[in-house]
Every structure is written in C-alpha cells, then in structure tokens.
Nanobody
Framework: QVQLVESGGGLVQAGGSLRLSCAAS????????MGWFRQAPGKEREFVAA????????AYADSVKGRFTISRDNAKNTVYLQMNSLKPEDTAVYYC??????????????????WGQGTQVTVSS
C-alpha cells in the first residue's frame, strides 16, 4: 500500500523559510515523478514543483522559481520542498503526490496516482 506522508508545515512570517518533507513508502518509486501541489481556500489545486525520482530532473511553477527548491533523498525515500522568501500568497495546504512515468504533462493534478494528506503552510504579513 502506497503512503505519502507530508510534514513540516506551519506558521511563518513573510520572508521566512520552511522545509516540507514527504516520506514515501509502499513501492519502488524509481519510475515515478514526485510533485508538490498547493490549494488555497476557494482556489483550485495548483502545481508547485516536481522531481523525477530517477535522474533528479526538476520543474517549477513560475510563481515559485528562485524561491523554492525540490530535492530527494533516495536512501530515505523522502522528497523535500525548501521554501524561502515566503509570501502571504504562498499560504495554502501543500500536498505531495506521485505520478507513474512516462507522463506528458506533470503539472496537472489529475495525472497523479497517489496523494498525501496535506500540510498547512500559513505565511503572515
């Protein structure tokens, strides 16, 4: 049974940093890409970043480029999202997800096979 468990969310002031973690278990993820999405109240779930488990290629939404960094630790089967220079508009529930490759589009939530339960990130102004 596949499990994705996020942690690391919390309350931070604008300009601050947080690191989210996603612990993955239940299968081998070498043929998957791992993504981070977020959803603010009243808004649709949106793509934040993705990393290919094998090879480590990454992709980012324009809104977070230069501020967020996605990475993985193969030994720990964990994916991270380092978030710097946080803004109030980054406030959302952040979700970790896994999509089996190959996928033409990795920015669409419906293309992901597994999801975590989410972790709240709140950035105060």
């Amino acid at each position: 049974q596949v499990q994705l468990v996020e942690s690391g969310g919390g309350l931070v002031q604008a300009g601050g940093s947080l690191r989210l973690s996603c612990a993955a278990s239940g299968r081998t993820f070498s043929s998957y890409a791992m993504g981070w999405f977020r959803q603010a109240p009243g808004k649709e779930r949106e793509f934040v970043a993705a990393i290919w488990w094998s090879g480590g290629s990454t992709a980012y939404a324009d809104s977070v480029k230069g501020r967020f960094t996605i990475s993985r630790d193969n030994a720990k089967n964990t994916v991270y999202l380092q978030m710097n220079s946080l803004k109030p508009e980054d406030t959302a529930v952040y979700y970790c997800a896994a999509t089996r490759l190959p996928r033409v589009v990795i920015t669409t939530p419906k293309n992901y096979d597994y999801w975590g339960q989410g972790t709240q990130v709140t950035v105060s102004s």
